[in-house]
């Protein structure tokens, strides 16, 4: 969880999405697939709630971090499906 600088940590302006994020980014470091994968589709979910209608598709690219951690999620599952073989 960012904070601007000189901004001080208040947990109540702190959206869920980076929350969510921020377990995404350990989960990953812990190089735990698992837990991984449940927490993108929480990410996915947050991220578009209370938007458009059942018809609603998605425009918008996914953040830096966002975009980053999912990059090294698929490098840790490249790996683990490299030892199973």
Do not use: C, H
């Not at 000189?6 to 980076?18: M, Q, Y």
């Not at 350990?26 to 018809?55: F, K, P």
């Amino acid at each position: 969880m960012k904070k601007a600088a000189g901004e001080e940590f208040d947990a109540k302006r702190v959206r869920l999405s980076d929350r969510i994020l921020y377990a995404l980014e350990l989960a990953i470091e812990q190089e735990d697939v698992s837990i991984a994968e449940a927490l993108v589709r929480a990410l996915e979910l947050a991220m578009t709630r209370n938007t458009g209608g059942g018809e609603f598709v998605e425009r918008r690219d996914y953040p830096k971090e966002v975009e980053e951690a999912m990059d090294r999620l698929r490098d840790i599952k490249k790996q683990v499906a490299a030892m199973r073989r």
